[in-house]
């Protein structure tokens, strides 16, 4: 129930005056990307400093519902809420649920991500796709609280889920390469511990 009206809380602070600006040039730019052919926006996106994913997805998102400016915002309205609910699942997933509540909070009124989650822009996204591949990566390190059942199978479908989130991740936006190294540097802590342990 508490996790409800944190999620509730976030959507309406993100869906709040999205329409108290224009689109600005960034955002312009974003929906230039996504008025473009596919085989033209993967060829403009190699000379730019943004990846094509995030356009791809706008450009899908606005011939479904349109071109107006608060259509194209809630894109990432909708990738900001859907991260408070991941956010308590990760934070629930590695320390316990008084944790994930306190994650979920503090992202729903975070400033930063409520204005990052009205532009039409991927950072939104790109926390989404993050936070996937922090549970994911911990999960198969067997970070946390462990699900009960779990079996090796599982745990290699985990790294497969972390895969896939850290690729969306990149494709989305080129900063997420700092994500990739920082989990990648803690991955090997851990695994030496474990190896270290075991001997």
């Given at each position: 129930l508490l996790l409800a009206f944190l999620t509730l809380l976030a959507l309406l602070l993100r869906a709040a005056r999205l329409d108290f600006q224009p689109l600005w040039w960034d955002e312009?730019?974003?929906?230039?990307?996504?008025?473009?052919s596919l085989g033209e926006m993967l060829r403009l996106t190699a000379l730019d400093i943004h990846p094509p994913l995030y356009y791809a997805?706008?450009?899908?998102?606005?011939h479904?519902?349109?071109?107006?400016?608060?259509?194209?915002?809630?894109?990432?309205?909708?990738?900001?809420?859907?991260?408070v609910p991941l956010i308590y699942l990760v934070g629930d997933w590695l320390s316990g649920r008084r944790v994930g509540l306190v994650a979920a909070?503090?992202?729903?009124?975070?400033?930063?991500?409520?204005?990052?989650?009205?532009?039409?822009?991927?950072?939104?996204?790109?926390?989404?796709?993050?936070?996937?591949?922090?549970?994911?990566a911990g999960r198969w390190l067997g970070l946390g609280r462990r699900i009960r059942g779990d079996t090796q199978p599982a745990a290699w479908g985990w790294l497969a889920g972390y895969v896939a989130a850290i690729t969306?991740?990149?494709?989305?936006?080129?900063?997420?390469?700092?994500?990739?190294?920082?989990?990648?540097?803690?991955?090997?802590?851990?695994?030496?511990?474990?190896?270290?342990?075991?001997?």
């Open positions: 312009g730019y974003s929906v230039w990307f996504a008025h473009q997805l706008l450009s899908a998102w606005s479904s519902f349109g071109w107006e400016p608060v259509t194209l915002r809630w894109l990432s309205v909708a990738a900001g809420v859907a991260a909070f503090l992202l729903a009124i975070n400033p930063l991500h409520i204005y990052y989650s009205q532009e039409v822009r991927m950072y939104a996204l790109v926390v989404l796709w993050s936070l996937l591949a922090i549970g994911a969306l991740a990149l494709y989305t936006q080129y900063y997420a390469a700092f994500l990739l190294v920082g989990l990648a540097a803690a991955g090997t802590v851990v695994l030496w511990r474990l190896r270290a342990g075991s001997q």
